[in-house]
């Protein structure tokens, strides 16, 4: 079956670092690749999404691109901010279904002044 | 436009108790689905639904049910709630075909003793 894996946290960088996040994936077929954010006590927010290979999705300063390749997802941002501290999912849904996703453990980020 | 919500917010339940956690959404989406996220184990989807009078069993169904009476609302049930369902529960909906983001509720935090 569609997995995901993504690196272990917590990451933990001062502010204005330069921030990546791995995500891998396995899955039939094309999937569409999200990554989301979640800040304490919160929902889930999509951060950022690519439908198709060489696709780069962006937001807030944050960036990744679908490398069918490597099958890889990783999420960078040039510098990062206290404000960015929260737990990152990496995710794919397979397009054919019912869009079920199917999620990353999540890294959680920890910006220090 | 309120977008995704969960009622209750907590609750502490007794092992054996029932109950059910409600999530309604207000975008007229088709598809709605609930996950649960521990901790390690990012989100997992229990049940799904793809319209009304509709529902699909994702991968930890065991032990909860589910129904889609109205379009808007998807209900999740725990007939004899065990500790092993200590968890937090989110829903998310979805719009049917092309845009594959799913919306996510802030989620229902559940204790079972």
């Known amino acids: 079956g569609d997995s995901v894996t993504q690196m272990e946290g917590p990451v933990t960088l001062s502010e204005e670092a330069f921030l990546t996040i791995n995500c891998t994936y396995t899955a039939t077929g094309y999937p569409s690749l999200f990554w989301y954010v979640q800040y304490p006590g919160e929902g889930l927010q999509l951060l950022l999404k690519a439908t198709k290979a060489d696709d780069k999705g962006s937001n807030k300063g944050f960036e990744a691109t679908y490398r069918k390749e490597t099958t890889s997802f990783h999420l960078e941002k040039g510098s990062v901010q206290v404000s960015d501290s929260a737990v990152y999912f990496c995710?794919?849904?397979?397009?054919?279904?019912?869009?079920?996703?199917?999620f990353g453990k999540g890294t959680m980020l920890l910006v220090s002044p | 436009n309120a977008g995704v919500t969960q009622t209750p917010k907590f609750r502490v339940l007794k092992t054996g108790q029932s109950m059910t956690l409600l999530c309604a959404q207000d975008?007229?989406?088709?598809?709605m689905y609930w996950y649960r996220q521990d901790p390690g184990m990012g989100l997992r989807l229990i049940h799904y639904?793809?319209?009304?009078?509709?529902?699909a069993k994702g991968e930890v169904p065991d032990g909860y049910n589910v129904s889609r009476l109205k379009k808007q609302n998807f209900l999740l049930g725990l007939e004899s709630a065990a500790p092993s369902q200590t968890s937090v529960y989110f829903c998310?909906?979805?719009?049917?075909?092309?845009?594959?983001?799913?919306?996510f509720g802030p989620g229902t935090r559940l204790l079972v003793l």
């Open positions: 639904s793809v319209g009304e009078g509709t529902t």
């Open positions: 995710a794919l849904s397979d397009p054919t279904g019912y869009s079920t996703l199917t």
């Open positions: 975008m007229n989406h088709e598809y």
């Open positions: 998310a909906s979805k719009k049917r075909g092309g845009e594959e983001t799913q919306y």
